[in-house]
């Protein structure tokens, strides 16, 4: 007696966008923190976030919107029957997460190096809000750089399943559901670089 596995798409779709929508509650109460220190420390989250790497900031925010775009062009390309062109693309999502991660690796080396981290003596010897502004900048960023390497992970599987052919043109929920994931990541950091790099 044969056991055939029942496939709901559309219900796999709708449990990715529940999970998702608590991801954003996390990272929206993350924000509000934020807003709520901002309007309390606004002097001391000025002069934090002017000694922010601008530069580390921008060329991540580049990267992880090249990476989005390689990961949706995926998704494109596995209803196109392009097995090939999908394994490209995903190595490239893959490895644009990983520049991301070293780029954050250099720069909170920096940042340590500087004794900038919190509970540092050069922190603890400075005003309370500037201690607050890098608590929260250390928790945050940690937190959406631990996302992009569950989000790395989960596309490297899928790109793995692509490459044995269990996701093809006619059952490609797992590749969707990676890249949402995969978005996901790139949303949150578009709020995160503005408000730690820009404003202040």
Same mark, same amino acid.
């Given at each position: 007696?044969?056991?055939?596995?029942?496939?709901?798409?559309?219900?796999?779709?709708?449990?990715?966008?529940?999970?998702?929508?608590?991801?954003?509650?996390?990272?929206?109460?993350?924000?509000?923190?934020?807003?709520?220190?901002?309007?309390?420390?606004?002097?001391?989250?000025?002069?934090?976030?002017?000694?922010?790497? &601008?530069?580390? =900031?921008?060329?991540?925010?580049?990267? $992880? #919107?090249?990476?989005? +775009? !390689? @990961?949706?062009? *995926?998704?494109?390309?596995?209803?196109?029957?392009?097995?090939?062109?999908?394994?490209?693309?995903?190595?490239?999502?893959?490895?644009?997460?990983?520049?991301?991660?070293?780029?954050?690796?250099?720069?909170?080396?920096?940042?340590?190096?500087?004794?900038?981290?919190?509970?540092?003596?050069?922190?603890?010897?400075?005003?309370?809000?500037?201690?607050?502004?890098?608590?929260?900048?250390? &928790?945050?960023? =940690?937190?959406?750089?631990?996302?992009? $390497? #569950?989000?790395?992970? +989960? !596309? @490297?599987?899928? *790109?793995?399943?692509?490459?044995?052919?269990?996701?093809?043109?006619?059952?490609?929920?797992?590749?969707?559901?990676?890249?949402?994931?995969?978005?996901?990541?790139?949303?949150?950091?578009?709020?995160?670089?503005?408000?730690?790099?820009?404003?202040?």
């Amino acid at each position: 007696m044969s056991h055939q596995t029942r496939k709901d798409p559309a219900g796999a779709k709708l449990g990715m966008w529940l999970f998702l929508f608590t991801e954003l509650f996390l990272f929206g109460g993350l924000f509000l923190l934020y807003g709520v220190y901002l309007a309390r420390y606004h002097r001391e989250f000025a002069a934090a976030g002017r000694e922010m790497h &601008l530069g580390f =900031g921008t060329a991540n925010t580049v990267i $992880l #919107i090249t990476s989005s +775009l !390689l @990961a949706a062009m *995926a998704v494109t390309a596995i209803q196109r029957s392009g097995r090939r062109l999908v394994l490209y693309l995903l190595g490239g999502t893959v490895l644009c997460g990983a520049v991301f991660l070293f780029n954050k690796y250099l720069e909170w080396s920096d940042e340590i190096g500087h004794g900038i981290y919190p509970g540092s003596p050069r922190l603890a010897a400075g005003p309370p809000g500037e201690s607050v502004f890098y608590s929260l900048y250390y &928790l945050t960023v =940690g937190l959406h750089g631990l996302h992009v $390497l #569950i989000g790395g992970t +989960l !596309l @490297a599987v899928v *790109a793995a399943r692509v490459g044995r052919g269990t996701i093809h043109a006619g059952d490609f929920a797992w590749l969707e559901n990676g890249a949402l994931y995969w978005h996901l990541v790139d949303l949150v950091w578009i709020f995160i670089f503005p408000l730690y790099y820009l404003v202040l």
